[in-house]
Nanobody, 118 residues
Framework: QVQLVESGGGLVQAGGSLRLSCAAS????????MGWFRQAPGKEREFVAA????????DYADSVKGRFTLSRDNAKNTVYLQMNSLKPGDTAVYFC???????????WGQGTQVTVSS
């Protein structure tokens, strides 16, 4: 059972930056793809970004392209989501996810709150 632990959330003013981290408890094939999703109050969970093992493929939601950067350090079993130029609309609970294949996530973290004030 892979455990994912997110960190780095918080309160920031619009235009500011935050870096989220997601550490996996072990390195397995089940963490081949790791991604981030977010859920704002009253809204459905939505895809933010995902990265494969080698980092050769990274997908972003249109809403975050050019502002967010996803990377991973396989030696640390950790992925990082650098979020710049944050907007109030980015306010949500951010969840880390891991899976074997793209768009199929088996493991989820507990979430970390990101609040962007205007």
């Amino acid at each position: 059972q892979v455990q994912l632990v997110e960190s780095g959330g918080g309160l920031v003013q619009a235009g500011g930056s935050l870096r989220l981290s997601c550490a996996a408890s072990e390195r397995t094939f089940s963490t081949n793809v790791m991604g981030w999703f977010r859920q704002a109050p009253g809204k459905e969970r939505e895809f933010v970004a995902a990265i494969n093992w080698s980092g050769g493929r990274i997908d972003y939601a249109d809403s975050v392209k050019g502002r967010f950067t996803l990377s991973r350090d396989n030696a640390k079993n950790t992925v990082y989501l650098q979020m710049n130029s944050l907007k109030p609309g980015d306010t949500a609970v951010y969840f880390c996810a891991a899976g074997i294949v793209w768009s199929s996530y088996k493991y989820w973290g507990q979430g970390t709150q990101v609040t962007v004030s205007s």
